[in-house]
């Protein structure tokens, strides 16, 4: 699994008009080829009047998939150009659809290429990217004698608090990115004077606003 990466932050969709031409953008997660595909085609059955439906994905961890169709524009006018702001972008899993009604001026191929890169590259900045990180949920158990000083210092903290369990003892849910597992180990032993019994649970993705 990777430390993180960056995806479009949800389902959005903006449009833009260049010389009279409609240019809607489409924009989804997509973890599948399958998932991308019906995307692309639920787009399709909603504008099955369009002029073009545009579409580019990328997925997979390496970028295993990537898939570009220009729907009837002119061969590298549409969907590489889509595609290409993905890759600079550095998205990952991820689908784009630019459905367009032609408006009666034509672009030529310089024109097309840069509308269509530009209304992914604007419905992106409208919508929004996120980074997922890779955490480990870490699991401690405190005396509930320590719970008011543990709490505060962990609201305090880099960390991110995920839940309190007021059992026996107070169990304490805090997200970790892995690579600070073992510092998060150290500085909650010193935390409780040695008190707390930490353990790992499970991994998964925290989503946070990119920043570039």
């Not at 099955?48 to 580019?56: E, K, P, Q, R």
Request: proline share 1%; glycine share 8%; charged share 30%.
């Amino acid at each position: 699994m990777l430390p993180y990466y960056y995806t479009v932050k949800e389902y959005g969709e903006h449009e833009i008009v260049i010389q009279k031409s409609r240019f809607i953008c489409y924009l989804n997660r997509a973890k599948t080829e399958e998932e991308a595909q019906d995307f692309i085609n639920k787009i399709k059955k909603k504008h099955w009047n369009a002029n073009h439906n545009c579409s580019a994905y990328l997925i997979g961890e390496q970028d295993q998939i990537q898939k570009a169709n220009d729907d009837g524009e002119p061969s590298g006018t549409a969907g590489v150009p889509m595609l290409e702001v993905l890759k600079k972008r550095q998205l990952k899993d991820t689908v784009a659809v630019v459905t367009r009604y032609f408006g009666g001026v034509k672009l030529g191929a310089g024109g097309l290429i840069r509308a269509y890169g530009k209304s992914v590259s604007e419905g992106l900045n409208e919508i929004g990217i996120v980074q997922r990180k890779l955490s480990r949920i870490m699991h401690t158990k405190i005396d509930y004698t320590w719970l008011g000083k543990v709490e505060n210092e962990l609201r305090l903290s880099s960390y991110r608090l995920k839940e309190i369990h007021y059992i026996d003892d107070v169990e304490i849910e805090t997200y970790v990115e892995e690579g600070q597992k073992e510092h998060f180990i150290e500085w909650m032993t010193e935390l409780t004077n040695g008190k707390g019994e930490i353990f790992e649970g499970n991994v998964r993705y925290l989503e946070e606003d990119a920043v570039f």
